[in-house]
């Protein structure tokens, strides 16, 4: 079973609302990711950091901001929400063995935005 | 059954056969490869991985086979059942750079009784 957690499961918000969406694992991963998904497609990266005070931008970040304050927390906050980003939203973590080395992503169940 | 080429969609196999998902990925430097299993209202979940100095690595009832000369990897599910039905990814990632984990596009396997 995975530990980590997303919330809020579902979402429908207005157009210029400022959201966030949290995400915390119990694993003691030092990395952690955000992805983006409509329904049935690919994911494409939004956001990723290697640990505390570590926020990198993926392919799909411009529109979204990150912080790590804690192992355990990885929130995305949206500041003015817009009907293109409806869609899911899916936390990640894993391992890090050390640079040049890897581990399998581990998901939440996803956060399932609509802005209206 | 079995799928080729680049994509395909949706895949039907009838339950008790064996399943092969194919994967054509994009870059010749990537070194570790990932298939994740996701069914209807859930993330993706980590069936199998492999490294680029390997071209076999079984699981229980799953055996990733990767081709790095035409960069290409498969899923091969042994016995499908039932619960086998979701959507595949195959993901790959070059290590020594950005860590950066890309996903392909999936394939829903359907299965029929």
């Known amino acids: 079973e995975a530990d980590i957690y997303q919330t809020p499961r579902y979402l429908v918000i207005g157009t210029g609302k400022k959201i966030t969406l949290e995400c915390s694992q119990t694993?003691?991963?030092?990395?952690m990711y955000w992805y983006q998904q409509d329904p049935g497609m690919e994911l494409h990266l939004i956001h990723y950091s290697y640990g505390v005070n570590s926020t990198e931008k993926g392919d799909l970040s411009s529109e979204s901001t990150v912080s790590r304050i804690r192992t355990e927390h990885f929130p995305l906050t949206l500041e003015s929400a817009r009907p293109s980003h409806t869609s899911q939203y899916l936390c990640?973590?894993?391992?890090?063995?050390?640079?040049?080395?890897?581990?399998?992503?581990?998901f939440g169940n996803g956060t399932r935005l609509t802005v209206t | 059954g079995e799928s080729v080429g680049l994509h395909l969609p949706t895949l039907s196999v009838q339950e008790g056969d064996n399943s092969i998902i194919n994967c054509a990925y994009s870059?010749?430097?990537?070194?570790?490869f990932i298939w994740y299993k996701q069914e209807s209202g859930k993330g993706p979940q980590f069936i199998i991985d492999?490294?680029?100095?390997?071209d076999k690595r079984q699981g229980q009832r799953v055996t990733v086979l990767l081709n790095k000369t035409v960069k290409h990897l498969s899923l091969q599910i042994a016995a499908t059942q039932p619960g086998d039905s979701a959507v595949y990814f195959c993901?790959?990632?070059?290590?020594?750079?950005?860590?950066?984990?890309?996903f392909g596009k999936g394939t829903r396997l359907h299965i029929l009784p």
């Open positions: 993901a790959e990632n070059i290590s020594n750079r950005d860590d950066k984990i890309i």
């Open positions: 870059n010749s430097a990537s070194d570790y």
């Open positions: 694993m003691g991963h030092d990395k």
């Open positions: 492999i490294r680029s100095n390997m």
């Open positions: 990640a973590s894993s391992e890090w063995p050390g640079q040049g080395d890897n581990s399998p992503l581990h």
